[in-house]
């Protein structure tokens, strides 16, 4: 059950001071509430593959949010000479309540489908599982046992996750757009931004649980420039960049709010540790076994607001009447993205050797015939540092990002009932694996000590795209007929046509190795799946091609009423759009990888925005 209601009020009172002083002062109050509830309780169980059953681990979520929304902000303008100065302020105040306790009902991960296969003899559905096991032998393990993880979340208030709290944001600014020349514009401006942080009751034994960093040095500066070349604006030459900032998302500061180890208590248990649950028993309570041990979220003490420097040059040239070309070359630099590390871990002590199999051996999934190479990586063992808690994750802003990007672009505007715009971007993205989680997560990186192993291509990275989209009012006025001038007139015709590649990603490793490490993964940390010695993004997954097409006409009934007949079809060529494919290049056996014979097949086709060929027919009257 999903609902989502949403209201707002905008009130805008725009004053002439004077004929060259203008104030626009604005006022909005919104509530957005939202909740989610299941059909059914926990716990949830997942396999690397993507198979995934059970009531899922981020519900119920019976606000998420209920957030109300109070906006104040004035924007002024003066006109002085060759100057246009603006400035203005902001403020908005937005109270936040969450009902959510992620992985509350229980959370089971496993490495395979055998490994779920040797557990589900204990499960009491009236299916015909009697059988499974024998259809998949037991692996070798505790009965009821064979999963990867386990985790559970608590309340320790017994409030099911309700959590409130406010945030204010803060700025203001100024810029002047100065023409020294008639042919030449400048703009220069800069904005100031502040994002308050809401008070924690932190946990006493953690004192980096006790505040959250309000970051208040954020200058913006901006600069722009328009240079009409030739006088007639046939050619003219663009020069922009600035420094912007982004927030710390409200889920982000929920969760340091509560994954204190007091408030929320969330445990990771694996198999071997006293008072794991048997599959698909969940905990009842709190644990209190020697082995569980509550994970802990904190901000840290130089957490800051994401910075993005942008910068763009571009020329832009008319061809012929109503028609332009132009080349734009933008670099943008991010500092200061989220990246959630353990830092509850001494430095490794140990490597751990994996051998990586080319052929496993006949008739067998264990053994490995042929062998294609091995590596070796450190390996997390032993006790945490802090013994009384699992995970301690830390939030910084330490990540950095790059992007470059060249795209031509064609216009042609409206005239003579034919318009038209393409666009070709060639571009590259590059950063240490940023993070766009909205909650946290337990550990990121690879390795939590060497974040620049990360650093790659993208997840973003798109190396090419293309669309080009028109729309075309057949040229009836020529016809002469009246009769046949009234049976094809009004008929206009559009499409969108895009092409793009793949995005990058990983191949993934699949399960842990025996003997297992502090946490799962081929480190023993959890973190990224991906296998070490590979490289992180070295693969391409598939790419879009769609046509979308239009037909409408319409029809004066009168001089003020019009009917319109609409016809769209949708990915007309009927492609089919992976949306997914299975990353898991290799399953853990002991320390020997075996390929997975199923990596990189599909395993998710279409979506809403890329589905099987679609028709729909529409009408509409214009009164």
Known sequence: SDDVSAESVIARWNGIVKPTFLSELRFQYGRDFEFELPNGPGPSASVTNGITFGMPNFLPRPAYPDEKRLQFSQNLSWLHGRHSVRFGWDVTRVNDQIINLFSGGGVYSFSTLNDIASDCANLAFPLPLKNC???????????GKHYTSFRQDFDALGAAGATQFQTWDGAGYIEDSFRPVPRLTLNMGLRWEIQSMPALKGNPDLPATNKINTDRNNFGPRFGLAWDVSGRQR????????????????????????????????????????????????????????GAKSDVVFASPTLA??????????????????????????????????????????????????????????GSSTTCGSVARTFSVPFFTGARPNTNYGFM???????????????????KRFSHGFQMQAGFTYSKAQDDDQNSTTFTTANTPLNPFSLKNDYSLSDFD????????????????NIKSDGLRKVVDGFQLSGILTLADGRPYSGGASGSPSPAGLQSGLLGVAGSGRVPDVGRNTFTGPGANTVDLRLAREIKIRERVRWQLIMEAFNVANRVEVTGINTTQYNVRNTVLFPNTSFQSVSAAGTNLFGPRQIQLGTRVTF
């Open 133 to 143: 096991q024998a259809l998949n032998p037991p692996q070798s393990g505790i009965a």
């Open 235 to 290: 050619t003219v030459v663009r020069v922009g960049g600035g420094i912007y900032y982004g927030r710390i998302q409200n889920a982000t500061l929920a969760n340091l709010i509560t994954n204190n180890g007091v408030r929320f208590k969330s445990y990771t248990l694996t198999p071997t540790l006293a008072g794991s649950p048997v599959f698909p028993n969940v905990l009842a309570d709190i644990p209190t076994a020697s």
């Open 305 to 362: 607001n994401p910075m993005i420097y942008q910068s763009e040059v571009a020329i832009e040239h008319e061809l012929i009447r109503d028609f332009t070309v132009s080349a734009i070359y933008m670099l943008n630099r991010g500092q200061r993205m989220p990246v959630f590390i353990d830092t509850n871990l001494f430095p490794a002590s140990q490597n751990a050797t994996y051998t990586v199999c080319a052929v496993p051996q006949v």
């Open 393 to 411: 994750t830390e939030v910084d802003t330490v990540v950095n990002t790059w992007y470059h990007g060249l795209v031509i672009q064609a216009r």
């Open 462 to 477: 798109q190396r090419k795209r293309f669309t080009m989209s028109g729309v075309w009012e057949l040229p009836t006025h």
